[in-house]
């Protein structure tokens, strides 16, 4: 008999049913031979620190935390790592051996890791870089856009509060433009980033003049379903080089089951045609 623990993590959030998550998890379980399973946890945000409470008692590795319930879980942490602290929320649970809970958010490595992934030469210095949204996924994104050297950052958001906010917190390299100026924002940038959810299935597609992007310019967009949004079609015809959310997805994922499962996963063809297929 194998003395190989089973173990079990999952994803926290409501709705969940449209998470990618259990196919990425599940398909490493079988490729690493590992006994354990990843399931979907839809946990109403009336009961989430009953959940969260819970993990311990169902005997939980950990789980992922995604929306609505990022920044509430946090409460709940024993533990919150430094970079999760300013993120302000955090989309990884691991539960300890003494039943500790340890808050970490992985989603700003995976972004980073996914645009180097595209582009092996990528700095974040090599020039402004408009990012479009103010909400969780832009905090991520532009704070991690500032620790590897981002030196402007042009923000817009169609609330321009939530903007000015994210610039007071992370400092003179985020400099906010109206709604009005997002065209203009596009003028000698080196990288364009949607954090909205305008061009995600069933919403409309992100109001965007990119005729003064330039050509050169590397165009990311956080969002996965679809796997080409309107913008990344329309960047990619008319030359620029475009990234989708999937690898921000595929590698947030790699500490999260490496911390659960003990192993640090590849990402391969076969994990990316597995998650093709669920499209």
């Known amino acids: 008999m194998s003395s190989q623990p089973f173990v079990l993590a999952g994803v926290m959030g409501h ?10 998890h599940n398909h490493w379980i079988e490729q690493y031979k590992l006994k354990g399973a990843y399931v979907l946890l839809p946990v109403d945000p009336a009961n989430l620190q009953d959940g969260l409470r819970g993990l311990r008692a169902l005997g939980f590795a950990g789980c992922n935390v995604t929306l609505p319930h990022k920044i509430e879980a946090m409460k709940a942490m024993d533990w919150v790592h430094p970079v999760a602290k300013q993120m302000g929320a955090i989309n990884t649970i691991v539960v300890q051996p003494d039943g500790a809970l340890h808050g970490f958010n992985n989603d700003g490595f995976g972004y980073i890791q996914s645009i180097k992934d595209a582009k092996a030469d990528w700095q974040a210095n090599a020039g402004p870089i408009t990012v479009i949204g103010a909400g969780g996924a832009a905090r991520a994104i532009v704070l991690s856009l500032i620790n590897e050297g981002a030196k402007e950052i042009r923000l817009t958001n169609r609330t ?5 906010a994210l610039a ?20 000698g940038v080196a990288m364009l980033v949607n954090t909205t959810n305008q061009g995600m299935h069933g919403q409309p597609k992100l109001d965007l003049d990119l005729k003064q992007l330039p050509t050169t310019a590397l165009v990311s967009d956080a969002i996965y379903i679809p796997l080409e949004t309107p913008l990344l079609t329309e960047s990619r015809l008319r030359g620029n080089k475009v990234v989708n959310g999937l690898g921000m997805l595929l590698n ?6 490496q911390a659960w499962f003990g192993v640090l996963p590849e990402i391969t063809p076969a994990l990316h045609k597995a998650i093709a297929a669920t499209f």
């Open 15 to 24: 709705p969940v049913a449209h998470s990618r998550s259990p196919v990425i």
């Open 160 to 164: 321009p509060g939530k903007a000015q």
């Open 168 to 187: 007071d917190e992370f400092g003179p390299a985020v400099k906010v433009l109206s709604w009005s100026e997002r065209h203009d924002a596009l003028s």
């Open 252 to 257: 947030q994922a790699r500490p999260a089951f």
